[in-house]
């Protein structure tokens, strides 16, 4: 094990939960760092749990005792997201990395998005609709992976999942460099945490952007499946 004790912020979210349950599973200590604390019934055993803004800044204190970081931060979509983003990617990983500088850690990784740039794979009214849609939120992520790009010594991955679907790890997820595989246009949350850990605790794709999915039923890849997802939000 590279890493024994990890931090992960937006441990509250559907893929932080997932992210948090599959550390556990793998042996490692868990730091799990969000806005507001969970209210102890919905708190793990095991779990250390610290409050801290990433809007904010001053994460050392939050980071202190960690060997590596993971970042599943992300912005919901709604019409005011569309439209003006709140500045997570942007000015809340600046933060965190500042914060992994204060506190002597080099490792991480963070969700950004395959849709960041153009997919040859990805269903045409996918790249219609929803792509453009997403436009001003894919743009913070593009800033995000450059941030990390910039920073000398960071030993950072970005990964690149395709559609997030609210289901447990399958484990036949398909990774390829940047671009997703054939067929893999949607990804699993819980298959997306589970790789998350297993980038940091083994050291897989340092400085890489690798892009993740497995193919799904038709019923979780059509645009009413899409329509009813966006009306359940």
């Known amino acids: 094990m590279s890493q024994k004790r990890i931090a992960v912020f937006g441990a509250s979210g559907a893929t932080g939960r997932e992210t ?19 209210d102890e019934p919905d708190r793990l055993d095991g779990v250390t749990y610290r409050q801290a803004d990433v809007v904010q800044g ?68 996918f790249k219609l609709t929803v792509v453009p849609a997403l436009h001003n939120i894919l743009e913070q992520m593009k800033e995000m992976e450059a941030v990390l790009q910039e920073r000398p010594g960071l030993r950072w991955t970005a990964v690149r999942p395709g559609w997030l679907i609210a289901k447990p790890a399958s ?32 050291d897989l794709h340092i400085r890489e952007k ?14 009413l499946a899409l329509g009813e997802e966006f009306a359940g939000l």
């Open 20 to 38: 948090v349950r599959h550390a556990l599973r793998a042996g490692l200590e868990v730091v799990a760092i969000d806005r507001a604390l969970p």
């Open 58 to 125: 001053g994460l050392a204190e939050a980071m202190e005792g960690c060997d590596a970081v993971i970042s599943t931060l992300g912005v919901g979509f709604s019409p005011g997201n569309a439209l003006s983003p709140p500045p997570l990617y942007t000015d809340g990983t600046r933060h965190i990395l500042d914060g992994m500088e204060g506190a002597g850690i080099d490792r991480i990784a963070v969700i950004s998005a395959a849709f960041v740039i153009d997919q040859p794979n990805l269903p045409t009214w």
């Open 171 to 202: 484990g036949d997820l398909l990774v390829e460099e940047e671009f997703l595989p054939e067929l893999a246009f949607r990804c699993r949350m819980g298959d997306l945490g589970a790789f998350l850990v297993d980038c940091v605790q083994n």
């Open 210 to 223: 690798p892009a993740v999915g497995a193919p799904e039923e038709e019923k979780f890849e059509s645009p």
